[in-house]
């Protein structure tokens, strides 16, 4: 009998996209909002990165980019995190703003490195960051499905 395994997991791990970060067309190459970026056709809208690290970078990268850097707290979660995706920017703001012990209305580019980290763990764990398992199909075929 062929062994069959399915890798059960959230979006973000697998795309190793903490940030669950869109791509975007440009010059006929992708890139998300921090720079070149690998895409997966059959992965939607969302940019693929070769390692956690690559994807934690560029969420770096773009929070510290020209498009957010310059943003509050509030603004900038306003723009991560429309309302028209079906997201809380708000509440999303208030986690952040208190994980830092900083006001909404804190501009992205006054944070250090370390709070930019702390931002990022809470933009990991907001979108939804859980490591999948990985599942024998043929010893347990109801969980494959």
Same mark, same amino acid.
């Given at each position: 009998?062929?062994? =069959? ?10 795309? *190793?996209? /903490? $940030? ?10 992708? !890139?998300?909002? $921090?720079? #070149? ?15 956690? %690290?690559?994807g934690r970078e560029a969420l770096r990268t773009?929070?510290? $980019? ?11 979660? *306003?723009?991560?995190?429309? #309302? ?6 708000? %509440?999303?703001?208030?986690? /952040?703003?208190?994980? !830092? ?18 931002? /990022? ?10 490591? $999948?398992?990985?599942?024998? =199909? ?5 969980? =494959?499905?």
């Amino acid at each position: 009998m062929k062994k =069959c395994y399915y890798f059960r997991t959230k979006r973000s791990p697998a795309h *190793n996209n /903490i $940030g669950n970060i869109n791509y975007e067309l440009k010059d006929s190459r992708v !890139i998300g909002h $921090g720079g #070149p970026k690998k895409k997966n056709s059959l992965r939607g809208r969302f940019a693929v990165f070769a390692s956690e %690290q690559e994807g934690r970078e560029a969420l770096r990268t773009m929070l510290r $980019g020209p498009g957010y850097g310059s943003l509050t707290i509030s603004q900038a979660m *306003n723009k991560y995190a429309p #309302p028209s995706d079906g997201n809380n920017p708000g %509440q999303y703001a208030r986690t /952040i703003a208190n994980a !830092i012990k900083k006001p909404l209305t804190t501009r992205l580019s006054s944070l250090s490195d370390a709070e930019l980290d702390v931002v /990022i763990n809470q933009i990991r764990k907001k979108e939804g960051w859980k490591v $999948g398992q990985i599942i024998d =199909c043929n010893a347990n075929p109801s969980k =494959c499905k």
